[in-house]
């Protein structure tokens, strides 16, 4: 079969108005060229398998469908490279399609093939795309499309009836692949819905300028520079700069690739394949390839390691690299959120060459910028890696983070024009930077909040009634006006806002009753009131105004609560988990890991110590759970069951704050009040 012959299948394929309705279909929006590329590909390739030009049917040629495959996506794919902000017209797919086939070696396309060898091929071609599909093909669907092409393309060889039955039986084997993978795609996308991040300026290439250096305070310095040890928004802010991770959570909470191009769970989510990004270099100068990524989590999951992550990830059961581009991670039950999860502090890809106790003071990243200088309690500095990844990034040639303890010093250090970016900003200082002149503050709300944490071991907060009489003592609309300045919202003592599509509006919100709590207390052998020290600090906006507001609030239910203020340096390591009654300030994640990190019994930082078996079935239990009103039914429970028990109180969910210059651009707050630089720059 020479090219033209191959023009004039394709032509009967376009003519019967196929291949139009299907690539019309599928090129609706750019989210969709991959599968576009890929199901193209394959429907082609079945179709000229399935051609037959003479009467007389000859011997079956070698069945090379990977030729085929390959020269349609890779067409489709560079093509979409040369202008990827423009819509593809289902006549500029055609041509694609029609040059790739027409390019292939008339010897690697077959005259004729067996019933068997067609069954295979459409097996291989639906998983295919079902796998990369971002919303779900029918099995009817597929039937019916592939049916079509073979039907129009084919002058003999197997009979209809063949065709009909072997392609329904493939399209019924790939629905349960197909559906795996649209769960995860409508797991991130219900949460990327609840998202409320303010929008960011677009700026063409020839607009950004590149250079200079991005100056940035925050409250105190990191205690760790190793990813998988970093417990602190500080730890976070200070290795996102150096390091990337599988997956990145962007501001409108979206998933971007970063050192993973691509990923595919299996039929049952109880397994994910991650395809590596090729050419890859730590700036040790070591390429990236799939044991790196082995080594990083195997670390985290050693308990000898000490990550606060590894209770996080305990349902993985195993990590193996297929090549050196190719990584496979096995887990013990089925699990929609992995993606997102992987987008953890500590998931930081770290080389495996290097001797990891180097780690707590030097980094070995692949990340926008490279270390330079670390001086404890002053600063830390970086430049730009000239060999990222990411062509033309970072912008900035250097950035600067510098640690100072008081708010109004932070403040005054943007407003004067000292700094471009305070991070994060208090809502006690908004109002003064929005009124600074060459100031803005970036807004968004989120699934960050404040919080009470009680030791459920340790007297008097092992008594349930005595945590439900604190609760009934607590004054919520009072700490976010006096905390959060009015903003942000109610909280309901659990960690899912009322934004996020899990949130169970039934499960009511406990009311401010100093009566109540005063019974309670009494019932809990406290008829006299009861005295409790309460341990804060300004590590976090708003902690200390919300222990201020629960002291006057608590007064009336004969709750006498005695404020102690620990230095921003000793807080987390020497206060949080030790002290049994402590404020914390949590940031935004979904609703798995917020669980799981936090009121599992076995979590690294369950820091109210809390043991509750049904709790634990229930995280378990949701993660896997493929239907959004299946999930949020079980989280519902789980939400109703912490309400009751009060190992921790919620009262208010806060709105995450940056200040910064007005020159600076690239720059979001971001809902998990994280730091992304790697897009930044400075205009004049």
Not at 34 to 42: N, Q, R
Not at 161 to 168: C, F, K, P, T, V
Not at 377 to 397: I, M, Q
Request: glycine content about 4%; aromatic content about 6%.
């Amino acid at each position: 079969m020479d090219s033209g012959q191959n023009l004039r299948w394709i032509d009967r394929i376009s003519s019967d108005g196929f291949c139009e309705r299907l690539v019309r279909m599928i090129a609706r929006s750019n989210g969709k060229r991959l599968f576009a590329s890929l199901f193209v590909g394959a429907v082609i390739a079945l179709a000229a398998a399935a051609c037959s030009a003479d009467s007389e049917p000859a011997p079956a040629a070698p069945i090379d469908t990977g030729a085929i495959s390959s020269a349609v996506q890779e067409a489709v794919t560079e093509a979409l490279k040369a202008a990827p902000a423009a819509p593809v017209s289902a006549d500029e797919i055609q041509q694609m399609v029609r040059g790739a086939v027409s390019d292939i070696p008339a010897p690697e396309i077959p005259e004729q093939m067996s019933s068997s060898e067609l069954q295979e091929m459409v097996e291989s071609a639906i998983a295919a795309s079902a796998a990369a599909a971002p919303e779900p093909l029918s099995a009817s669907a597929i039937n019916s499309m592939v049916e079509a092409a073979i039907t129009a393309a084919t002058t003999g060889a197997p009979s209809k009836e063949d065709i009909e039955g072997l392609i329904a039986q493939a399209a019924e084997a790939a629905a349960a692949a197909e559906a795996a993978a649209e769960t995860v795609y409508q797991v991130v996308a219900e949460q990327t819905a609840a998202a409320e991040a303010t929008p960011v300026p677009t700026f063409a290439q020839s607009e950004i300028k590149t250079g200079g250096t991005l100056r940035v305070v925050m409250p105190t310095d990191s205690n760790t520079l190793d990813p998988a040890l970093s417990l602190s928004t500080m730890d976070n802010t200070t290795t996102m700069q150096a390091y990337n991770n599988l997956i990145l959570r962007m501001p409108d909470l979206s998933l971007e690739n970063h050192l993973a191009t691509s990923w595919t769970p299996n039929d049952d989510l109880t397994s994910y394949e991650f395809t590596l990004r090729e050419g890859v270099k730590f700036v040790h100068g070591k390429e990236l390839v799939a044991d790196d990524v082995v080594f990083t989590f195997e670390r985290i999951l050693d308990e000898a390691t000490g990550s606060p992550a590894r209770s996080a990830l305990d349902f993985i059961t195993g990590i193996t690299a297929l090549d050196d581009h190719t990584v496979t991670i096995d887990m013990s039950g089925a699990n929609a959120f992995l993606p997102d999860t992987l987008s953890l502090y500590q998931g930081r890809i770290i080389p495996s060459d290097i001797d990891p106790t180097r780690l707590a003071t030097e980094m070995f990243g692949t990340g926008p910028f490279k270390l330079i200088e670390s001086r404890p309690n002053e600063l830390v500095a970086y430049e730009r890696n000239s060999d990222y990844w990411d062509t033309g990034r970072p912008y900035l040639n250097k950035v600067s983070i510098f640690y100072m303890p008081e708010p109004v010093t932070r403040a005054e250090a943007l407003k004067s024009g000292q700094v471009d970016i305070q991070f994060p900003l208090e809502p006690s200082s908004v109002s003064g930077v929005e009124s600074a002149r060459g100031a803005v503050v970036l807004e968004t709300a989120s699934a960050a909040y404040l919080n009470l944490s009680m030791d459920v071991r340790v007297p008097p907060f092992d008594d349930v009634r005595v945590r439900q009489a604190i609760q009934a003592a607590t004054d919520r609309e009072t700490i976010r006006q006096v905390a959060l300045f009015g903003r942000g919202a109610i909280a309901n003592d659990h960690p899912v806002p009322p934004n996020d599509p899990h949130y169970d509006d039934s499960v009511a919100i406990p009311p401010y009753d100093p009566e109540k709590a005063k019974q309670l207390l009494a019932d809990a052998g406290f008829s006299d009131g009861l005295e409790i020290t309460l341990h804060t600090s300004t590590i976090t906006p708003g902690m200390v105004e919300m222990a201020v507001a629960l002291k006057e609030s608590a007064e009336p239910a004969g709750i006498t609560v005695n404020i102690e203020r620990a230095p921003e340096d000793k807080y987390w390591a020497s206060v949080w988990m030790t002290e049994p009654f402590t404020t914390v300030g949590w940031n935004g994640r979904n609703p798995d890991q917020a669980f799981s990190i936090v009121y599992k019994s076995d979590a690294d930082w369950n820091e109210a110590f809390w043991v509750n078996p049904r709790a634990d079935e229930l995280i378990v239990q949701a993660r896997g759970q493929a239907n959004l009103e299946e999930r949020k039914a079980t989280y519902g429970e789980l939400q109703a069951l912490v309400v009751q028990e009060v190992p921790r109180i919620i009262p208010v969910f806060s709105p995450v704050f940056f200040g910064v210059r007005d020159n600076v651009r690239g720059v979001q707050a971001h809902p998990s009040r994280w730091l992304l630089l790697h897009k930044a720059w400075l205009d004049d």
